[in-house]
């Protein structure tokens, strides 16, 4: 299964991994609590719960696919974070069914937004989830991506309808309801009360280079890896990214920074 900390997975997953790992390593810093609590709505097998469990936090993840949690239940047991990790069932519209509201330090939402009938609304509910301190890991769909992708696979009509579409469909068969720019997700996160503390782009390359590159020619992974980090905070590339991370904090912990 994909892992952040591993190689290959690191050309997805690198950007955000180490962003989220230096927010969690603040909280730890802020609160002086080497545990955390940290829920993952839409977590799956765990991608990345089980890598936050090992750096000794506590976890819940959230999704509504039964295999998903037999996974992470299994997943979590060869890493030797079992008693770290609760998977339960559910989904970020009645999330509050299933876990206690302003419980947590950090909230991930990762591949969520895009599927919620009401983005704002489900920015909301993952926020209200987070202690008056605490960070959110927010994760969609990149609308500039989108559109290069299709572009570049000849599919103009269905490029400049992503471009035109409200919710950046590039067609009827299009299996994602919602993309976004790097502008509506921050209006979203501070919408919810949240200050912006970073945007990122995501796979801005990894999902155009050809693999048969990356995986044959020596160095090729390392570098593109390189690569990504490096455009990822530029906003110039944010507008083509194949997905985009905001981190949102609480403003109570940009007091309690301003303060430290």
Do not use: I
């Not at 704002?120 to 609308?143: F, T």
């Not at 579409?165 to 009827?172: A, T, Y």
């Not at 020596?218 to 991370?245: K, N």
């Amino acid at each position: 299964m994909p892992d952040p900390t591993r190689p290959r997975a690191s050309l997805r997953t690198a950007v955000v991994w180490d962003v989220l790992q230096d927010a969690l390593d603040r909280r730890v810093k802020a609160t002086g609590r080497e545990s955390l609590d940290v829920l993952d709505t839409g977590g799956g097998s765990g991608n990345f719960a089980v890598p936050v469990a090992r750096l000794g936090h506590r976890v819940t993840v959230v999704d509504p696919s039964p295999n998903a949690l037999f996974a992470l239940e299994r997943r979590a047991a060869e890493a030797g974070v079992a008693d770290r990790v609760q998977g339960v069932q559910g989904d970020a519209h009645g999330l509050f069914d299933v876990v206690r509201r302003g419980g947590y330090d950090a909230v991930l939402c990762h591949g969520v937004l895009e599927y919620v009938d009401d983005p704002a609304e489900g920015v909301r509910n993952v926020v209200a989830a987070l202690r008056s301190e605490g960070v959110l890991s927010l994760l969609a769909a990149g609308l500039g991506g989108a559109v290069l992708a299709r572009a570049l696979a000849g599919h103009f009509t269905e490029a400049r309808q992503a471009l035109t579409d409200p919710d950046g469909r590039w067609g009827q068969g299009d299996p994602v309801p919602h993309r976004f720019t790097a502008g509506q997700l921050t209006e979203l996160v501070e919408g919810a009360g949240l200050r912006v503390g970073a945007v990122h782009g995501v796979r801005v390359f990894a999902d155009l280079v050809p693999g048969v590159l990356v995986d044959t020619e020596p160095g090729a992974m390392e570098a593109l890896l390189r690569l990504e980090e490096a455009a990822a905070e530029l906003p110039a590339f944010h507008s083509v990214a194949t997905q985009l991370h905001v981190l949102g904090e609480t403003r109570g912990t940009e007091e309690a920074q301003a303060h430290s």
